[in-house]
């Protein structure tokens, strides 16, 4: 996740956390790509910074494409290399659980990706 300036704002550009107005209402989702016309209303509304998603995540096409295969085939090889490294047997801790989650949990919002449910 990236902090920049409103102004600095791209078209394309996508954002890792949701805008919210002075009353915590979200005015645009996380994952939402901007526009031109998105950008003149953040800056129009006095928003001074916004948080993206980093760019190299966008560029290999990682961001909000969920329905594409390419991406869901590389999703699937990244969660059995996770699974590998993570999930070692029966016995695991609680805390190693909870750990295991978060960490995917992260890495999943970093990448800006939606997971399929299992089976």
């Given at each position: 996740?990236?902090?920049?300036?409103?102004?600095?704002?791209?078209?394309?550009?996508?954002?890792?956390?949701?805008?919210?107005?002075?009353?915590?209402?979200?005015?645009?989702?996380?994952?939402?790509?901007?526009?031109?016309?998105?950008?003149?209303?953040?800056?129009?509304?006095?928003?001074?910074?916004?948080?993206?998603?980093?760019?190299?995540?966008?560029?290999?096409?990682?961001?909000?494409?969920?329905?594409n295969?390419?991406?869901?085939?590389?999703?699937?090889?990244?969660?059995?290399?996770?699974?590998?490294?993570?999930?070692?047997?029966?016995?695991?801790?609680?805390?190693?659980?909870?750990?295991?989650?978060?960490?995917?949990?992260?890495?999943?919002?970093?990448?800006?990706?939606k997971?399929?449910?299992?089976?």
């Amino acid at each position: 996740m990236q902090t920049i300036a409103v102004k600095d704002a791209k078209p394309g550009m996508v954002l890792a956390r949701p805008v919210e107005d002075a009353l915590g209402r979200v005015m645009i989702n996380a994952g939402e790509k901007l526009t031109e016309d998105l950008i003149r209303v953040l800056i129009r509304r006095g928003y001074a910074e916004i948080e993206i998603r980093p760019l190299a995540t966008q560029r290999v096409g990682l961001a909000g494409a969920a329905g594409n295969e390419d991406q869901q085939a590389a999703m699937a090889k990244l969660m059995a290399e996770f699974r590998v490294r993570f999930e070692g047997g029966a016995a695991q801790s609680t805390a190693h659980k909870s750990l295991m989650r978060v960490t995917l949990k992260v890495l999943v919002e970093q990448l800006g990706v939606k997971l399929k449910p299992a089976g």
